[in-house]
T-cell receptor
Framework: SQTIHQWPATLVQPVGSPLSLECTVE??????LYWYRQAAGRGLQLLFY??????ISSEVPQNLSASRPQDRQFILSSKKLLLSDSGFYLC?????????FGPGTRLTVL | SQQGEEDPQALSIQEGENATMNCSYK?????LQWYRQNSGRGLVHLIL?????REKHSGRLRVTLDTSKKSSSLLITASRAADTASYFC????????????FGKGTLLTVNP
């Protein structure tokens, strides 16, 4: 079975600082990879997805970007964080239909 | 935009009772999945039902899908305090690269 790793678990950053969240996948190759954000008490909103190395699709315009430098590595970045970037960020991955989720990163921008 | 809508938004029951949560969606789907999320944690995959299936079971879980009504239900039988969590349905559409669209979830509280 596959495992999704995410770090850090929590992060507190000042407004205007850069961001880098990392997600790695274990137990499968060539997965589809996804970044979601969850606001407090809400469902998940898809931010980016990737079907292969170097391929990124953005779902919503925002202050964030994503990259996939290796088959099983997915990175979420920002050059300058905004207050509105606070939230719970979840990475998921899978081959075909079933997606497995990582433990998430709680980001607080102050 | 959110495709799935779960109801109720919150459900409180006693241990041993059954819990039923519903999910409605707007457009045609390929698959529908249910996930559980404990407070502040990641999502745990519970069950996937395909658009050509009507019912699936997994342990104490039973999921039904009615594509004519664009709705699904999740039944947890003989609930336990450890079932306390938020439950989300998620759908993907054909040709969407399995991108999931989530509802806002049902918060289930099982009282011991």
């Amino acid at each position: 079975s596959q495992t999704i790793h995410q770090w850090p678990a929590t992060l507190v950053q000042p407004v205007g600082s850069p961001l880098s969240l990392e997600c790695t996948v274990e137990g499968t190759s060539n997965p589809n990879l996804y970044w979601y954000r969850q606001a407090a008490g809400r469902g998940l909103q898809l931010l980016f997805y990737s079907v292969g190395i170097g391929q990124i699709s953005s779902e919503v315009p925002q202050n964030l970007s994503a990259s996939r430098p290796q088959d099983r590595q997915f990175i979420l970045s920002s050059k300058k964080l905004l207050l509105s970037d606070s939230g719970f960020y979840l990475c998921s991955g899978g081959r075909r239909d079933t997606q497995y989720f990582g433990p998430g990163t709680r980001l607080t921008v102050l | 935009s959110q495709q799935g809508e779960e109801d109720p938004q919150a459900l409180s029951i006693q241990e041993g009772e059954n819990a039923t949560m519903n999910c409605s969606y707007k457009t045609s789907i390929n698959n529908l999945q249910w996930y559980r999320q404990n407070s502040g944690r990641g999502l745990v995959h519970l069950i996937l039902i395909r658009s050509n299936e009507r019912e699936k079971h997994s342990g104490r879980l039973r999921v039904t899908l009615d594509t004519s009504k664009k709705s699904s239900s999740l039944l947890i039988t003989a609930s336990r305090a450890a079932d306390t969590a938020s439950y989300f349905c998620a759908t993907d559409a054909r040709g969407s690269n399995y991108k999931l669209t989530f509802g806002k979830g049902t918060l289930l509280t099982v009282n011991p």
